[in-house]
């Protein structure tokens, strides 16, 4: 039974891996999208002088959401109908610095939109985690049906053996 647990565990590993790429594990961007005045899409949850990208990033990960859009020192966390209910623009219309360097963190009425891989990738883990609890349970349950419940397999195979040595050396006598 540890044998064949170890090997399913396994298999679930691989599985997993093989579906994680990098670009699971990391923000992806998805573009330079419009936001105008008043637009309900990526409400702004963080405002930092030293704005970046990964921190946005991070920071809506850590709230659930599955996107992050930054514009200037500003940060919002947003979801997939938040995305595909705004307009996708030119990526020169992105054209803010951001604050910590390392990108453009939106423009004027513009918003760099980052995947976090937050809704996606937990929802792959567990559903691969739920159906291996469902067959690791269905397995235990046969073993132990076929044990008898007792789920003592080392002992039964002792008694075993020794009825069978009993067997034998009555059959010497």
């Known amino acids: 039974m540890k044998v064949y ?4 565990l396994a298999v679930v590993l691989m599985v997993v891996a093989k579906e994680s790429s990098a670009a699971d594990w990391y923000a992806q961007y ?23 990208n990964d921190m946005c990033v991070q920071h809506c990960k850590a709230q659930g959401k599955a996107y992050a859009a930054t514009k200037s020192v500003r940060c919002g966390c947003g979801t997939e109908e938040h995305v595909a ?57 046969a073993y132990k049906r076929e044990m008898g419940e007792t789920g003592d397999f080392e002992e039964e195979m002792r008694d075993l053996e020794d009825m069978e040595a009993d067997d034998m050396f009555e059959d010497e006598e």
Do not use: I, W
């Open 5 to 8: 647990t170890c090997a399913l």
């Open 85 to 141: 209910e705004m307009t996708k623009v030119d990526e020169r219309q992105c054209s803010y610095n951001c604050k910590a360097g390392g990108g453009t963190c939106g423009g004027y009425a513009r918003l760099s939109v980052y995947s976090t891989a937050q809704g996606k990738r937990m929802l792959n883990l567990r559903e691969v985690l739920g159906d291996l609890t469902d067959t690791l349970e269905k397995r235990e349950n």
């Open 30 to 52: 998805k573009g330079c999208y419009a936001k105008h005045y008043g637009d309900p899409y990526f409400p702004y949850s963080l405002v930092d002088r030293k704005m970046s």
